[in-house]
């Protein structure tokens, strides 16, 4: 899977750069072709001349030394690279990318690529669990970068715990995985909806319900990164999109349906997470309603049924739905994927503690040529397991 990928390995300055030449030297063997950034501490514990001679590609060290003049050199990498491999990378490293500062070859280049980029840190064990790093990886992770988590041993500086760079071996294998991840749903049209609705009383008040769009936003992320071309409708939610993906901004339920309804023709997957409201205001008033004595009544109507109406026009596309329950929660999602003509549904107890609206968790049982319960996962990791469901099946009909 790695065979003519091309691959920029960032060194920083740590003991374990040791390791970053094996590395090296096992990803040309699997037929990448690696260029090595070294940052200047670097080179205090491996040569550039070991690089150059494993990889058998120039290695860059000086933002300044432009070994090509026709081009300039850390636009031309980022550029150039399928992905971005930090490996060690130092608690300075991660802390200048999560900051945004670019001061060296290796940082600068960095903030200028759009390729996938894969962090390995190496660091003293208390580093790691330090509060500043602990942010700046949190930070990192919600731009979409993703983690080759540290083995626990013996470290270098005589502690043992957590801190030492994964295994060249290791890291291999993970590239290899995720390159064909990335290929699960490559070229695939999908259309997510997140995120709650918001439906007006007046200029200042509105119904709505707790959805923070999490759940959808990560079903978004993780699509793009295997391979989709995705769409994302948002309602009001204070995430940022995820990298790669087209995001439109709805407020109400009509909003929504008008907006879904335009994008849903071509699309070769829709997943509608997104908690609309099933009713809006009958009459909106133009100006502010002004308290009054007794009980105030607002009259209800339907808004429009946006699954039920996809599930009526799809041709080709593979429909999943949510549902959020509280009781006989399987009796109600076999219901739902029934009557709206869902190719698969995904149902969730939001009474449930540490899962639901506003968590970073879910327990949902998928539904769809099978029944399955998945057990309590982030949602980034419930988003994947879905989305691979959602590719097997898609290949059985």
Same mark, same amino acid.
């Given at each position: 899977?790695?065979?003519?990928?091309?691959?920029?390995?960032?060194?920083?300055?740590?003991?374990?750069? /040791?390791? $970053?030449? +094996?590395?090296?030297?096992?990803?040309? &063997?699997?037929?990448? @072709? =690696?260029?090595?950034?070294?940052?200047? *501490?670097?080179?205090?514990?491996?040569?550039?001349?070991?690089?150059?001679?494993?990889?058998?590609?120039?290695?860059?060290?000086?933002?300044?030394?432009?070994?090509?003049?026709?081009?300039?050199?850390?636009?031309?990498?980022?550029?150039?690279?399928?992905?971005?491999?930090?490996?060690?990378?130092?608690?300075?490293?991660?802390?200048?990318?999560?900051?945004?500062?670019?001061?060296?070859?290796?940082?600068?280049?960095?903030?200028?690529?759009?390729?996938?980029? /894969?962090? $390995?840190? +190496?660091?003293?064990?208390?580093?790691? &669990?330090?509060?500043? @790093? =602990?942010?700046?990886?949190?930070?990192? *992770?919600?731009?979409?970068?993703?983690?080759?988590?540290?083995?626990?041993?013996?470290?270098?500086?005589?502690?043992?715990?957590?801190?030492?760079?994964?295994?060249?071996?290791?890291?291999?294998?993970?590239?290899?995985?995720?390159?064909?991840?990335?290929?699960?749903?490559?070229?695939?049209?999908?259309?997510?909806?997140?995120?709650?609705?918001?439906?007006?009383?007046?200029?200042?008040?509105?119904?709505?319900?707790?959805?923070?769009?999490?759940?959808?936003?990560?079903? $978004?992320?993780?699509?793009?990164?295997?391979?989709?071309?995705?769409?994302?409708?948002?309602?009001?939610?204070?995430?940022?999109?995820?990298?790669?993906?087209?995001?439109?901004?709805?407020?109400?339920?009509?909003?929504?349906?008008?907006?879904?309804?335009?994008?849903?023709?071509?699309?070769?997957?829709?997943?509608?997470?997104?908690?609309?409201?099933?009713?809006?205001?009958?009459?909106?008033?133009?100006?502010?309603?002004?308290?009054?004595?007794?009980?105030?009544?607002?009259?209800?109507?339907?808004?429009?049924?946006?699954?039920?109406?996809?599930?009526?026009?799809?041709?080709?596309?593979?429909?999943?739905?949510?549902?959020?329950?509280?009781?006989?929660?399987?009796?109600?999602?076999?219901?739902?994927?029934?009557?709206?003509?869902?190719?698969?549904?995904?149902?969730?107890?939001?009474?449930?503690?540490?899962?639901?609206?506003?968590?970073?968790?879910?327990?949902?049982?998928?539904?769809?040529?099978?029944?399955?319960?998945?057990?309590?996962?982030?949602?980034?990791?419930?988003?994947?397991?879905?989305?691979?469901?959602?590719?097997?099946?898609?290949?059985?009909?």
């Amino acid at each position: 899977m790695l065979q003519g990928k091309k691959i920029v390995l960032g060194v920083s300055g740590g003991i374990a750069a /040791y390791k $970053a030449a +094996a590395l090296t030297s096992k990803l040309t &063997q699997e037929g990448a @072709v =690696v260029k090595v950034i070294m940052t200047e *501490n670097a080179k205090w514990f491996v040569g550039p001349s070991t690089f150059q001679a494993l990889s058998r590609q120039p290695v860059y060290d000086d933002t300044f030394d432009e070994q090509d003049p026709s081009g300039v050199q850390h636009i031309d990498l980022a550029d150039w690279a399928d992905m971005f491999v930090l490996a060690p990378a130092t608690a300075n490293l991660i802390g200048k990318l999560a900051n945004g500062i670019a001061d060296d070859m290796l940082t600068t280049t960095l903030l200028a690529t759009e390729a996938s980029v /894969y962090i $390995a840190p +190496a660091m003293n064990v208390h580093m790691y &669990q330090h509060p500043s @790093v =602990v942010d700046n990886l949190k930070k990192l *992770n919600g731009f979409g970068f993703k983690f080759i988590e540290p083995g626990d041993g013996y470290l270098a500086c005589g502690y043992v715990g957590k801190g030492r760079l994964e295994e060249p071996e290791t890291i291999v294998e993970v590239l290899r995985r995720e390159t064909e991840r990335s290929m699960l749903l490559y070229g695939s049209k999908v259309l997510i909806t997140a995120g709650p609705t918001r439906e007006k009383v007046d200029p200042v008040r509105y119904f709505t319900n707790p959805s923070t769009g999490k759940m959808g936003y990560a079903l $978004a992320a993780q699509a793009a990164d295997m391979g989709a071309e995705v769409t994302l409708i948002s309602g009001p939610v204070t995430l940022d999109p995820p990298p790669n993906v087209r995001k439109i901004d709805v407020v109400s339920a009509q909003e929504m349906y008008e907006n879904v309804m335009e994008h849903f023709p071509g699309q070769d997957i829709v997943i509608k997470t997104a908690a609309v409201a099933d009713y809006r205001p009958a009459v909106t008033s133009e100006h502010k309603m002004k308290k009054q004595s007794g009980v105030w009544n607002v009259e209800m109507e339907r808004t429009t049924d946006i699954l039920g109406e996809l599930g009526k026009k799809k041709t080709s596309q593979f429909l999943v739905g949510f549902a959020a329950e509280t009781q006989e929660v399987k009796a109600y999602g076999r219901d739902k994927k029934k009557r709206k003509n869902l190719d698969a549904i995904v149902v969730n107890d939001v009474s449930e503690s540490g899962a639901g609206f506003g968590s970073e968790a879910n327990r949902v049982i998928w539904m769809g040529e099978r029944e399955e319960s998945l057990p309590l996962l982030p949602k980034q990791e419930v988003a994947r397991e879905i989305l691979n469901r959602i590719h097997k099946e898609r290949g059985n009909l």
